[in-house]
Structures are given as C-alpha cells and as structure tokens.
C-alpha cells in the first residue's frame, strides 16, 4: 500500500462517511474504524498519519457512552476531533461538505503532514498487487452481473490475473430486460473475457415462492447465487477464490458495531457456514462515485461505467411482497418503458437511478367501461453522490406523463401509476 491514511473514528456519529470523503476528496486516503480499535490494530494499519475522532449525540453507542481509549490518545498520532467535547482539539461538525474539508485541510496537511497521493493510478496498481499476492497461480470466480460494480472487478482481475479469472453471469430471473444478452456480448465477444452463462430462473423463483419478507428474500437470494457459484466451481475444478463487487457502503449499511442495520446487502449477507471461497474484493473501500473512477482510469466504456447501479437481488426487491410472474413481468417490462424513455430525453445522463416497483395490492379502475381490479406501477428516480443519502430530481411533467401513458397501455395488469417523491433518509432508495 502506498498511500498515506487517515483513520476516521467512530464515536456514534451519523456524518463518517461524509468526514472520510472529505478527506479522500483532499487526495488523502481515509478509512471508517469502530471507537474501540485497538492501538495494536491501528499500527497493523500501513502509513496512518493521524486520527479524526467523530463523536455525535452524546457519543452514544447502542446505549452505552463510549470514549476514545487512553492508548489512541497516547498513540503519538495526531488526533482531531468533532463533537466530542472530552478532545484535546474540538470542532463542531460544520454543515456543508466545504465547511468540513476546509477545517480538514489544515489538520490533514498542517498537522499530520500526509501526502495528497490518493489517486486511482495508486489505487489500481495496489489492488492488482495485493490481488497477485493473495491469488498466487489460482483461478478466481467473479459474478458477473454486468453492473457497474462487477464490470469493474472484471476489468481490475483481468489486468491483474488475466485468464485465470472465470466470469459467471447468472440470470436469476430477476434481470432486466436484454439484460443478460447484453452481458454475454459485451464481456466474451468484446472484452475477450472467460465466461460461463448460467440460467437459474426456474431454480430462484421457485425458491422464493410464497416469500414475502424483504430480508428473507434477500438472504434468499443472495444464499442461492453462492450455491450456484459452488457449484460452478466444482464444475470447473481448481477454483479457490470468489470475486465480489462489494463496495464501501454495502460494508457501511449492513451494519457495523456504531451503524445500525438499514438491510443486508446482497454482496455481504447469505454466504452458507460450508462457503470454500476465500474472497476477493478489490472495490471493498471505494463509495460509488470512486468505482465510476476507477473503471474510467481502467480504460472501461463510458457506458458501462455511468450505467445506473442494479442490486443485487435484482427486480426480487422491486417486485414487493412474495414474487408472482405476473408482477414480475409488470416491473420488467414497465422498467424497460421508464428507461427507453428517459434515454430519449438524455434523462439518462442526468438522473442517477431510476425504475419501477409493482407492490403487492391491488387498486380499483376503469378499463373499456369495465371495472378493473389491477396492480399499480411506482416510479423511483433519485440522484445521489454515494447512495447513503439520495433527492428525488424535478422531472419534466412530459415524460412522467408519456411513461405514464405508455405503462397503462403496453404492461398488462396494471392500472395505475405513482411516483416516489420520497429522499432517503427516511426512506431508502430501494423499497425492500
Ligand atoms: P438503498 O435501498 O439501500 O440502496 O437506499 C442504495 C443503493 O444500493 C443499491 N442496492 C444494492 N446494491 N446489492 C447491491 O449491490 C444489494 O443488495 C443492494 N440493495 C440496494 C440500490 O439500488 C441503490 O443504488
């Protein structure tokens, strides 16, 4: 590793993230640590120059008031602090993320004496020697979802292991439209990738039939794209490691011991007790807008990089409730009307995710004279910079009205379209 690091402590705060950006927006590497490491751990860390401690409301901590150990004050590093009244230099947290940066520079640079030497060039050549190292002549499986997150895990393996890496695309049924088409072209015809296309459609839904609790859902989900990637790998002898695109904030929200659970995320949850895999995650410490970064600088299409990010679990939590056919197809097929739409429009480039949800009761209408009985369409857009928290963008009145329009005409079974006006927080971008 060659980068200077700055350790983010966290004292029960709710802006860590916001804290360890600014600091990585400064060229300085930075990373999230739970209060209570342990000085030991914290020297294991390479080329940490200083701590920034993070207190919030009252420094609670699942109920209990927590502090900064003796021996991290004692450390000889650097130390800052916001809004922990008991530091030895304190700051109120500023509003603005430039009013953050701004007090951080001087800590940063003037105290801690880092280097600005946090780029993607350093980040790659890291990862793929850290990725070298721990693979050794080994082969790799990489699910492949075609994603942002994965498309780069690729593109990083490939550079780093070439064809020991072997890409498995599986079309758990819950893909969007031309979805898994689009993958098998772009990865084994263009990019010349190993690739091994898996159609478990049957085998997820029938697995998730009559299950209709989100998180149940999820852990089901993602427990069978393991048992899938297993069995890939039996198949294909050899295989030690498991590739995965998890990235910070999947690490972030399913839950440390200062941040609560908000749901588990698919690349994190459901790995079965017998997993054989040692993982590989290249993405683990980089936020949404880094791996956008990062696969420009690894010379990935445009289009593959700004592509809207997909979950994991896929149309299944967008599907609400216990997933039907008949549903399912509502949201595929309403998803592929919202998307072409806002293509048209260049909305596309602009908004940073969007789709369609079906939920799982019915409304009255009122079709050919008749009364009908229908599921309803909701319409999600949302721009973000990192997923944590998300704004709902004004949208031309038109479009909502032709994708209106068009849903009510083309999706069968549907006979009412919403929109989402919500920002998360309170609500989430996704709805299960
Ligand atoms: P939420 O709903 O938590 O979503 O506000 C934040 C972002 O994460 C995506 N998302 C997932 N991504 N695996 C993923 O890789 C998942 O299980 C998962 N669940 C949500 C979501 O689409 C949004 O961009």
Aim: glycine share 6%; net charge negative.
């Amino acid at each position: 590793m060659k980068q200077d690091m700055i350790v983010v402590l966290d004292l029960g705060s709710t802006r860590n993230t916001d804290v360890a950006r600014a600091i990585r927006a400064l060229g300085v590497y930075s990373e999230i640590c739970n209060y209570d490491i342990r000085l030991e751990e914290l020297k294991k860390m390479p080329n940490v120059r200083g701590i920034v401690a993070n207190g919030g409301p009252n420094n609670v901590v699942e109920g209990k008031k927590v502090v900064l150990s003796q021996e991290v004050l004692e450390s000889g590093l650097p130390v800052f602090t916001f809004d922990y009244p008991e530091g030895p230099e304190n700051v109120s947290m500023p509003q603005s993320d430039e009013e953050i940066a701004q007090v951080l520079k001087k800590f940063v640079f003037d105290q801690c004496h880092a280097t600005p030497n946090w780029n993607m060039e350093n980040f790659i050549q890291d990862q793929i020697e850290a990725v070298q190292n721990q693979v050794g002549d080994k082969k790799v499986l990489l699910a492949l979802s075609g994603g942002v997150d994965s498309s780069v895990v690729a593109a990083l393996l490939l550079k780093a292991i070439g064809q020991q890496l072997v890409c498995v695309h599986v079309n758990h049924g819950l893909l969007r439209k031309g979805e898994p088409e689009q993958v098998v072209k772009v990865f084994r015809e263009e990019l010349g990738a190993n690739l091994i296309y898996v159609d478990a459609s049957q085998r997820f839904l029938s697995k998730l039939e009559g299950v209709s609790d989100p998180e149940e859902k999820r852990k089901i989900i993602g427990a069978e794209f393991i048992r899938v990637f297993e069995e890939e790998a039996r198949k294909l002898q050899g295989i030690e490691f498991l590739a995965q695109g998890t990235i910070y904030p999947d690490i972030v929200e399913s839950g440390t011991k200062t941040a609560k659970m908000v749901k588990s995320h698919h690349n994190v949850g459901g790995l079965p007790d017998d997993l054989k895999f040692d993982l590989v995650e290249p993405l683990k410490m980089l936020f949404k807008d880094e791996v956008r970064a990062c696969g420009v600088a690894l010379g990935l299409p445009d289009s593959m990089v700004y592509r809207q990010p997909f979950p994991g679990p896929g149309l299944g939590v967008r599907c609400l409730g216990a997933i039907t056919r008949e549903r399912l197809e509502a949201v595929r097929e309403s998803d592929a009307i919202l998307r072409k739409e806002f293509a048209a429009r260049g909305l596309d480039k602009t908004v940073w995710q969007y789709f369609t949800i079906v939920p799982d009761f019915r409304s009255v209408g009122v079709r050919d004279h008749a009364r009908s009985f229908d599921w309803p369409v909701i319409i999600r857009a949302v721009n973000t910079v990192d997923a944590m928290t998300a704004q709902v963008p004004q949208l031309p009145w038109e479009v909502l009205q032709t994708v209106t329009e068009r849903i009510l005409q083309e999706v069968p079974h549907v006979n009412r379209v919403c929109f989402d006006l919500s920002p998360k927080p309170i609500a989430t971008i996704e709805w299960e």
